[in-house]
């Protein structure tokens, strides 16, 4: 019994040893992170040098006004002050400055000088701010007060699909016109061309953000568009088609055994139900010397752009020259 409860009492005292050395080690902690603290105040009392991005804002600008080129959203600087006023300026929030635009525009350009920039950024910072650099040393743009005009987009492809897959002919165009800006002579614009798109082996439905190529004096809105290239399997199809001849002499008539033939082709899985393709067969009386016997060659004079891979079952047909 007494040995039980010798057991107790140590476990009990145990226990209270570790609270007391756990109260100890959380103070030790504290004392730690308040001295750390007071570092950090004093360094920061110090001038740092820092890299900083500010965000960049032309306000106040009429309605009827767009910029020809864009103004920048924002700009790098490297500025040296005392540390706790950079982080103040910039810990919670992007440092802004503000550029207004009835005090820089004047006949079409919105200037402002290397000195204003600096004026700005000083007003953001404060006075004791010094700047060694900055992305941004003067700022000219140009502007107008004229309306746009929308023009159609032009989608230059260089796209091939892998085997048995075909690039359907309905690409689509996000936005299909856009608005173009400028100062004048808009009128001899007609459209915009994207930058061209290449894509090889090719096996299902893609969407391609494309830029549009940049017209000097022109603001293109907006400047890329979306193009969705579709892409479908190719399926088989057989028809019998009817021969066509030419180059007949005068008075006489062209007779073809047989006067069909079994054409086979793939078209777009889409187009499957469609109604038949125009194919055009012929078979030219001057060709009579490439062929053995009484025969023509067989050739195809003409296919739908959307259909792939077309062959002919025979190769020549046999014929008689009769007069009409």
Not at 25 to 33: D, K, M, P, S, Y
Not at 184 to 197: F, Q
Request: net charge positive; aromatic share 8%; with cysteine.
């Amino acid at each position: 019994m007494n040995a039980r409860i010798r057991e107790v009492t140590e476990r009990i005292v145990s226990f209270f040893k570790g609270i007391r050395l756990t109260k100890e080690f959380f103070t030790f902690l504290g004392f730690i992170g308040l001295a750390a603290l007071f570092w950090v105040v004093l360094a920061m009392n110090d001038n740092v040098q820092e890299n900083l991005e500010v965000r960049l804002n032309v306000t106040n600008v009429p309605d009827t006004v767009t910029f020809i080129n864009v103004p920048p959203g924002k700009i790098h600087v490297t500025v040296r002050d005392r540390g706790t006023t950079l982080m103040r300026t910039s810990l919670f929030q992007i440092p802004v400055i503000n550029l207004d635009f009835k005090d820089y525009a004047q006949d079409g350009v919105f200037r402002v000088s290397k000195g204003d920039i600096q004026s700005a950024l000083k007003h953001t910072f404060g006075a004791n701010a010094v700047f060694s650099g900055s992305s941004l040393d003067s700022l000219r743009l140009v502007y107008t007060g004229l309306p746009g005009r929308r023009v159609p987009v032009d989608v230059k492809l260089d796209v091939k699909a892998k085997s048995g897959m075909t690039v359907g002919a309905k690409v689509l165009c996000d936005p299909a016109s856009v608005v173009i800006y400028g100062t004048g002579g808009l009128d001899t614009i007609n459209k915009v061309y994207c930058e061209p798109i290449i894509k090889r082996n090719m096996e299902e439905t893609i969407e391609v953000q494309a830029k549009l190529i940049p017209i000097k004096g022109v603001r293109i809105v907006p400047s890329k568009v979306k193009v969705t290239i579709p892409v479908e399997p190719l399926v088989k199809k057989e028809e019998m088609v009817n021969i066509q001849t030419e180059n007949i002499p005068a008075g006489y008539d062209l007779l073809l055994f047989p006067q069909s033939v079994k054409v086979v082709y793939y078209v777009p899985m889409s187009k499957f139900n469609d109604e038949t393709p125009r194919i055009d067969v012929r078979v030219n009386y001057n060709d009579r010397n490439m062929a053995t016997g009484r025969h023509l060659p067989l050739r195809i004079a003409h296919v739908p752009g959307y259909v792939c891979n077309v062959s002919l079952m025979d190769s020549e047909v046999e014929y008689t020259l009769v007069r009409e």
